[in-house]
């Protein structure tokens, strides 16, 4: 969970959740207490941890996209030119307008996809995160030989749980649904030719609410520069996992409240009874 700076990465599950279907925060920037960060792939070129298994023929889909039954008011643009149209959409949702101040505005859908890609596995491509870093510095607490989180650097992250707690997810998901051809190139274009981004997007949703729950101070070690959990359990956890514990017991529990919620409107289509 080594991290190169104080600057945390954060956004996954927030932007799981301010982005209906592409997740609102829990990708960290950087910090001295996180995962494993790589900061030279190119966007378009940035693989998974080992190669995506080739598959021929269609993937099998588990939870399908649907299929609206109305005209779009507007053809959603190709991906390379999509930045301020999905900008606009995306800060324009309910709940969603301080969004604007915390958003990266370059290659917002790839960036999210590979956040997404990112947060179950060892490492982070931090000059692709879509979200800004948070501010402030990365606060301990010493008392003799004990390292712990200082509970005051959860309040860092105020900004993102705004965001999260007022989001409109309904109106997410639509937004996501109404882009999806381009999530799923941008998923393409890391090697996942034959898997399917919404079934990825749900199970990253499954991982982080599997995230533990942690009370009390957090113990970390500092071999060197970098923080680790002391506990062997928690630094073993992915990059999402490891920051929704960084930001508190309460965050945490805000977000998979929310994470659960988006999961719910995800797959209602799905439930609903076909005539």
Do not use: C
């Not at 099998?60 to 190709?78: D, G, K, N």
């Not at 692709?128 to 509970?151: A, C, E, H, V």
């Amino acid at each position: 969970m080594a991290m190169t700076s104080e600057k945390p990465l954060i956004w996954g599950a927030a932007a799981v959740v301010v982005m209906g279907a592409i997740a609102l925060v829990l990708y960290a920037h950087r910090d001295k207490l996180g995962a494993t960060t790589s900061t030279s792939v190119p966007v378009t070129q940035i693989a998974p941890d080992s190669a995506p298994t080739v598959v021929t023929g269609a993937p099998a889909i588990q939870h399908p996209v649907p299929l609206s039954s109305a005209a779009p008011s507007a053809p959603a643009p190709t991906l390379d030119q999509s930045d301020q149209t999905f900008h606009d959409a995306l800060t324009g949702l309910p709940g969603a307008q301080s969004l604007e101040k915390l958003l990266v505005p370059d290659n917002i859908i790839r960036h999210i996809v590979v956040t997404i890609d990112n947060l179950s596995r060892k490492k982070v491509a931090v000059n692709q995160r879509p979200i800004k870093p948070t501010s402030g510095q990365f606060m301990t607490l010493s008392s003799g030989d004990q390292l712990t989180i200082n509970p005051q650097n959860y309040e860092r992250y105020q900004p993102f749980m705004d965001v999260a707690k007022t989001v409109d997810i309904g109106k997410t998901v639509q937004l996501y649904y109404h882009f999806y051809p381009l999530f799923q190139s941008a998923f393409d274009d890391l090697g996942y030719q034959d898997a399917y981004f919404n079934d990825h997007l749900i199970a990253l949703i499954d991982h982080l609410l599997e995230t533990p729950d942690v009370t009390g101070p957090v113990a970390l070690t500092q071999p060197n520069v970098m923080y680790l959990y002391a506990d062997p359990a928690l630094e073993a956890l992915s990059p999402g996992q490891k920051t929704l514990i960084r930001m508190g017991p309460a965050n945490e529990t805000l977000l998979k409240a929310r994470l659960r919620e988006l999961k719910t409107q995800l797959l209602a289509h799905q439930q609903r009874p076909h005539t």
